[in-house]
């Protein structure tokens, strides 16, 4: 048996939506663009979107949108993919890690506005944004995030890359601080191959971003006119038409990994009960869109046992990984001075984490397997 870890969940909508652009001139800034734009600015209730050929593209927009460059500071999580903090680095700003609550896994407005307030003066001064993450599709407190930043006049991103239809209060992921947004990677909700969405209520921004991810360009301008320095960063309208698809059928999918996540949590029960696996906490208030299924060891197991139960499943044919490895911890980041015991609970929850398989059409027969794989590695 040979479980992958992901599998997009493509049909013959979305086949014939991208083989219908195939069939016209515009196989770029065409009509699927704008209106594949349309549809997510509208899904994540703000007024703009700006769609562009990754997350990590997106994110290094919206750092460049706001002004973050040289010298400048950004408080963000060390327990996320590494693009959150990478953005930065492309700017010449620095990231500064704050330490996740240990049980839902992001940070949180009072454990930054602590970190904030202990930094030194001149260092403080130099902080521009707040970057949070609604890790695995849970999401963190948006709106305390908004107060933080409006207190202390700090601009407020929700990488909400893994959050496509999660909500928290009602309110949808990525539409919270000065923007959002949403990444297309064959694994995430939706996919359009590669690609990314700038959702915000900013009109100055969301123009700004247009400019940035088409070489400079602005609106109306000419072809060969710059009016400052981009990149390209277009989103093809043939993974926007394939986005466009997606997005028709966004509640069947959301659906479909809400009944795997179910699943898998009624046959973990009672592993669960007993304490030697724990899931993710979800804040009260939330509804989460899952991206991922991780579960995390408890306390009595080690780096070397998760390690040990990692290669137990591959040999049974599963797709399994850990989910994440700190940013800190990795080697550009210890050259600029962060290690082992600086984010004491990223550390130990990255030390014990399984992502398991996850995806749209996983059938109950396989889950019960993978389940029972797992189960085994246990005493009993």
Not at 296 to 302: A, E, H, K, Q, V
């Amino acid at each position: 048996m040979n479980i992958p870890l992901s599998n997009p969940d493509i049909t013959k909508k979305e086949r014939d939506a991208v083989l219908r652009v195939l069939k016209t001139p515009h196989l770029s800034l065409g009509p699927k663009l704008p209106e594949f734009e349309q549809v997510m600015a509208g899904y994540a209730g703000v007024k703009y979107a700006v769609a562009m050929s990754s997350g990590t593209a997106v994110l290094h927009t919206i750092i460049k949108a706001l002004g973050i460059g040289k010298g400048d500071y950004v408080l963000t999580t060390p327990f996320s993919f590494i693009s959150t903090s990478n953005c930065l680095l492309f700017e010449g700003a620095a990231p500064i890690f704050v330490d996740i609550d240990e049980n839902a896994y992001n940070l949180t407005p009072e454990a930054v506005e602590k970190a904030y307030l202990a930094l030194p003066v001149e260092k403080r001064q130099k902080v521009k944004a707040v970057a949070y993450v609604d890790v695995f599709g849970v999401p963190a407190d948006g709106e305390g995030f908004e107060h933080f930043g409006k207190k202390y006049h700090l601009h407020i991103i929700d990488d909400s890359a893994e959050a496509l239809g999660s909500t928290l209060k009602g309110r949808k992921c990525g539409s919270f601080g000065d923007a959002g947004l949403f990444a297309f990677y064959p694994n995430k909700q939706i996919t359009t191959g590669e690609g990314g969405v700038l959702v915000t209520g900013n009109k100055d921004l969301a123009a700004m971003a247009k400019s940035l991810r088409n070489q400079g360009r602005d609106e109306g301008a000419g072809w060969l006119q710059h009016a400052r320095l981009g990149y390209n960063y277009r989103l093809s309208d043939i993974n926007c038409a394939l986005g466009i698809a997606q997005m028709q059928r966004i509640d069947e999918i959301l659906q479909k990994r809400k009944k795997v996540k179910a699943t898998y949590d009624a046959q973990f029960d009672n592993l669960f009960k007993k304490g030697l696996l724990i899931p993710q906490r979800i804040p009260v208030g939330a509804e989460v869109s899952p991206f991922v299924y991780v579960l995390r060891l408890s306390g009595d197991f080690t780096k070397e046992d998760r390690e040990k139960l990692l290669n137990s499943l591959r040999e049974k044919g599963i797709g399994c990984s850990n989910y994440f490895t700190p940013i800190h911890l990795q080697p550009h980041y210890r050259e600029l001075g962060w290690q082992y015991g600086d984010m004491p609970a990223t550390e130990r929850i990255s030390e014990r984490t399984i992502a398991l398989p996850f995806f749209n059409n996983l059938k109950e027969s396989r889950i019960k397997y993978i389940v029972q794989a797992v189960s085994q590695y246990f005493p009993q």
